[in-house]
């Protein structure tokens, strides 16, 4: 192998990261991502907290780490799959319907390993949203209501560095959950010219999976959803730390990143390019 | 490297049938020999382009083989098709990259050449295709020429064996044209094999040595140019009220292929000077009421060929 290609892989990723976090339309997306935490700060800062308040929502006054999990809760739902699904659907139907795909296919790309390149960029970027989230939200939250010490779930209180090191763990899980979201969506992606389509679809899939979550008379098919356990993200702010309650989560997640990458290859491995 | 191989493209029965059960082209066998400018050529929605997308491996093919530079595909596309250069149903780049952020990425997934020339070679295939002045420019604020000069210098990032062009000079304006047509007599001569997609007659009389000629999914003709020339060679063409003694002095003066027809006696010309046709008609007692020389345009051929006509835009 030479020195070329050795480097190639890394450099299509780069390229990749470039394509998409160099985007006009992906940068007001992460704004609107970075706001969420920003108003939740002040709202609460200029309105106080309610007795009605979550757990999260009510520690807010008294430790700005909160506005940071604050916002991934309130995240979670809507605003984070809709990024995620808009930057996964478009992967390969975006190109596709650019024509850029057939230049690369041509340049050549192997399929597989742009697929690969694909569903890791995919993931970093599902990381980053994640982590900007988290990360305007503990630097508003931190510059308004001041750090200090973390009170957990369980009613004890833990050090401010203990505190930060379960934020990036709930946003490695969280990250995690939204990259099963990616496989889904680049499945999609593969099967359409069309990224707004793709993009929909994409969403659909995953409102869908919350409603039927929330209908308790369907509760046998809850575990195989892709967001139902996407809240358990909580069990990380109980004392002592436990990761086993994330398990079935994580499974979850691996598994519908195994069944919809490999569905994602099946298709576009073996499709008609005539875009 | 192997050999030189002595065709650049070859094909089999390739043949491709869309799930709607259209056969878009239908047991081709192609035979681009090495180091031809191959027009290949045939009306819009003839199967031009999906042959090229099925040579390029973007389309599988229903049946039938190809190979291209000696090697099988799809087999081999990993170590062909960086030797290949394609333009394939126009150019398509993102248009919110300028020029050379749209070669960069290209350049990016070309796993047989290193970065550390990225920037050199992207500066300088701009260079060859006129667009250097435009490099930074959005491709979305590009011309339509532009577009099709930075499809162009895609192809140029590395030296290729072969170039696959659909339409190459589409959108260009005269002087854009000839520029495209020198650009391409110049990789030609550098040894490049060029298939060239098209459907306007006078570039591949300015620019091919070799035609395919496409027509409903077939390909009906393939042959050098000069053969296909003389396939519609010349013929001297003689109006007379005495037909049978005009096609004798024909024959006597050694025109191959008399002919009778309507009044006319015809033959090939050949080699025969018309005006010493004349003069032994003439001195035959033959009444010549009228004589010409009827040469078919390369347009009559392909119009015979395929029953459609070309210079068709679009």
């Known amino acids: 192998m030479s020195r070329a290609e050795r480097g190639a892989g890394v450099r299509l990723l780069r390229s990749e990261l470039r394509l998409i976090f160099g985007r006009r339309r992906n940068w007001v997306g992460a704004l609107v991502l970075a706001s969420v935490p920003i108003l939740i700060a002040v709202a609460i800062r200029t309105a106080g907290s309610s007795s009605g308040d979550s757990f999260v929502f009510g520690q807010i006054t008294d430790n700005g780490l909160f506005v940071a999990l604050a916002a991934l809760t309130v995240e979670l739902p809507f605003f984070l799959p809709i990024a995620v699904a808009a930057i996964s659907a478009d992967a390969v139907a975006g190109e596709a319907n650019l024509g850029t795909l057939r230049y690369l296919l041509v340049t050549p790309v192997d399929r597989t390993r742009l697929l690969v390149v694909k569903m890791t960029a995919i993931a970093i970027f599902a990381a980053v949203a994640v982590l900007l989230v988290a990360g305007v939200g503990a630097a508003v939250g931190l510059a308004i209501f001041g750090g200090g010490d973390v009170l957990t779930i369980s009613g004890t209180t833990l050090g401010f560095g203990a505190g930060l090191l379960r934020l990036l763990l709930v946003s490695g899980y969280l990250t995690l959950c939204l990259v099963a979201l990616g496989a889904v969506g680049l499945f999609v992606s593969t099967l359409t010219e069309q990224p707004i389509a793709a993009t929909i679809a994409t969403l659909v899939v995953t409102l869908a999976s919350q409603i039927l979550d929330a209908l308790s008379q369907l509760s046998v098919i809850h575990p195989y959803l892709l967001t139902h356990y996407w809240t358990d993200f909580g069990e990380l702010l109980r004392d002592p730390l436990t990761l086993a309650p994330l398990g079935p989560g994580v499974l979850c997640a691996l598994a519908y990143i195994a069944v919809f990458g490999t569905a994602a290859w099946a298709r576009f491995t073996t499709a008609d390019v005539s875009a | ?314």
């Not at chain 2, 990993?78 to 020029?99: I, M, N, Q, T």
């Not at chain 2, 930074?136 to 590395?158: D, E, N, P, V, W």
């Not at chain 2, 010349?234 to 049978?244: C, E, G, L, Y």
């Open chain 2, 1 to 314: 490297m192997d050999a030189t191989p002595t065709l650049a493209v070859s094909s089999s029965g390739l043949t491709k049938r869309f799930a709607s059960g259209q056969v878009a082209v239908d047991g081709i066998d192609l035979a681009v020999p090495s180091g031809a400018v191959y027009g290949f050529l045939g009306p819009n929605g003839s199967g031009k382009t999906t042959t090229i997308r099925m040579l390029l491996g973007l389309l599988h093919p229903t049946s039938g083989e190809h190979s291209l530079l000696g090697r099988p595909m799809p087999s081999s596309s990993a170590e062909v098709l960086p030797r290949v250069g394609a333009l394939v149903e126009g150019p398509a780049f993102h248009p919110y990259l300028s020029g050379r952020d749209n070669l960069m990425r290209l350049d990016s997934a070309d796993r047989t050449v290193t970065g550390r020339t990225a920037s050199a070679r992207v500066a300088e295939a701009l260079d060859r295709v006129g667009l250097g002045h435009a490099a930074g420019k959005r491709y979305r604020h590009y011309s339509l020429g532009m577009r099709q000069r930075l499809g162009l210098a895609a192809t140029l990032l590395r030296p290729r064996e072969l170039l696959v062009l659909d339409e190459p000079t589409n959108g260009l304006d005269p002087q854009g044209t000839r520029e495209v047509r020198a650009l391409l007599l110049e990789l030609a001569a550098a040894g490049s094999t060029v298939v060239l997609s098209t459907h306007l007659l006078s570039e591949v009389e300015q620019l091919c040595t070799d035609v395919g000629v496409m027509h409903r999914g077939s390909l009906v003709a393939q042959d050098t140019l000069a053969a296909l020339r003389t396939r519609h060679a010349p013929r001297a063409q003689v109006t007379t009220t005495a037909i049978d003694e005009a096609a004798e002095v024909l024959r006597a003066a050694g025109l191959a292929d008399v002919t009778i027809q309507e009044g006319r006696a015809t033959a090939l010309l050949g080699s025969a000077e018309p005006e010493a046709l004349v003069a032994s008609l003439v001195g035959a007692g033959v009444p010549v009421r009228g004589f010409a020389v009827v040469a078919a345009t390369l347009e009559e051929t392909f119009v015979e060929l395929t029953g459609e006509g070309f210079d068709v835009a679009g």
